[in-house]
């Protein structure tokens, strides 16, 4: 039987790898996408123009995750058998700002999903995109799914609150519901006011001589960064397991933001030279002695998550799912690709 999947932010990063791999292991794909002014569809372009994917196996609708009772009704008409649920404001930076959205879109609009799975009279799974920084400054390192969620922004805060709830429908009504807590990841795809994106891009441009300058915020930060078409592979294997669990995807292994800055230069043949101290500290390209990192303090947080760095024994164990790309290792390929890109534009 042809299996059909549903993906809320199928137009995001890792929406469209997920919904690669989907369409690779035969699933018929429905994405939910919101009504706008402007396509913003470049990441799932290529399935959809390419010819290989007929139209019946990738379906896109209108939707809105604020919009309930249309969700419903495509719930009811699409009728599939797994959800991945990743649409949400996804940015921490920005949850500073927009808490109430950052808050509706991460928190309620998951419980509003789970409500809606209540009410089907079909057997549906469910993938619910939980984040790292459900644990935000966390008592102990590396963090695995028994860790107490210590959220320090608004988007922790409502991933925590929604990966909560997954657990209460599990327990309370037998939802088939998993939160995957997964630790940052990347590729170059990522949305462009991430870090890792911003100094791919910037280091790309540089290189390319069309940006002198990269402004960043806190240097000193430490991630779990991983490879995003990996990190989708385990949310499908998490979807086919016989009992619903919570799982941390993570690489397991800490890089600083400075060190994923060098390793994305040197990809592209520049140096990087740190001075200074603290907020004062600013890179030199080696070659030429310009400053080309710039510390700015537009780009600093209220708060800072820390230690976020994940134990995934048991996405191993159970899910034999082991991420190989990590930290600079995902710097150089991003690097790489952005500077191709570069080239394509200028050529
Ligand atoms: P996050 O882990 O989901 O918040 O991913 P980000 O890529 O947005 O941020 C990762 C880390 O990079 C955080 O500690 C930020 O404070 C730090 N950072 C430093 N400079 C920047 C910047 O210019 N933009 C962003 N987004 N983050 C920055």
């Not at 210590?150 to 709830?165: E, H, I, R, W």
């Not at 430490?222 to 669990?245: I, K, S």
């Not at 030429?288 to 700015?296: F, N, P």
Request: charge should be neutral; charged fraction near 20%; glycine fraction near 10%.
């Amino acid at each position: 039987m042809i299996k059909s999947a549903l993906i809320t932010g199928i137009t995001g990063q890792d929406g469209s790898y997920l919904a690669e791999h989907l369409l690779a292991q035969g699933y018929t794909v429905h994405g939910l996408v919101r009504r706008a002014s402007m396509f913003n569809r470049s990441r799932i372009d290529h399935l959809r123009t390419g010819g290989q994917i007929s139209p019946e196996r990738l379906v896109l609708h209108y939707g809105d995750l604020n919009d309930l009772t249309s969700l419903r009704r495509l719930l009811k008409q699409v009728a599939p058998a797994e959800i991945y649920h990743l649409a949400g404001q996804s940015h921490v930076g920005l949850s500073f700002e927009i808490p109430e959205v950052t808050v509706q879109e991460n928190g309620m609009a998951t419980l509003g999903l789970l409500e809606a799975m209540r009410d089907l009279d079909y057997p549906v799974r469910f993938y619910h995109a939980a984040s790292a920084e459900i644990f935000g400054a966390p008592a102990a390192a590396p963090q695995n799914e028994a860790t107490a969620f210590n959220p320090v922004n608004p988007y922790g805060c409502a991933k925590a609150f929604a990966t909560q709830l997954c657990r209460v429908y599990r327990s309370a009504y037998g939802v088939f519901a998993c939160s995957g807590i997964a630790y940052n990841h990347e590729s170059p795809r990522r949305g462009e006011n991430f870090v890792t994106r911003k100094i791919t891009l910037g280091a790309a441009r540089i290189k390319a001589g069309r940006q002198a300058v990269l402004a960043l915020g806190n240097l000193a930060g430490q991630r779990d960064w991983g490879y995003a078409p990996e990190y989708v592979v385990a949310m499908w294997q998490a979807l086919q397991v016989a009992t619903p669990r919570d799982y941390v995807l993570a690489t397991g292994k800490s890089c600083s933001i400075r060190e994923f800055a060098i390793a994305a230069f040197a990809e592209l043949g520049l140096g990087l030279k740190f001075e200074g101290e603290g907020v004062a500290e600013v890179g030199r390209r080696t070659d030429t002695g310009a400053v080309v990192v710039q510390v700015d303090p537009r780009f600093f947080r209220p708060a800072e998550s820390t230690h976020l760095v994940g134990d995934a024994s048991l996405a191993r164990q159970e899910l034999g799912w082991a991420p190989q790309v990590t930290g600079a290792a995902v710097a150089r390929l991003m690097a790489k690709a952005d500077f191709a890109h570069e080239q394509k534009v200028a050529g």
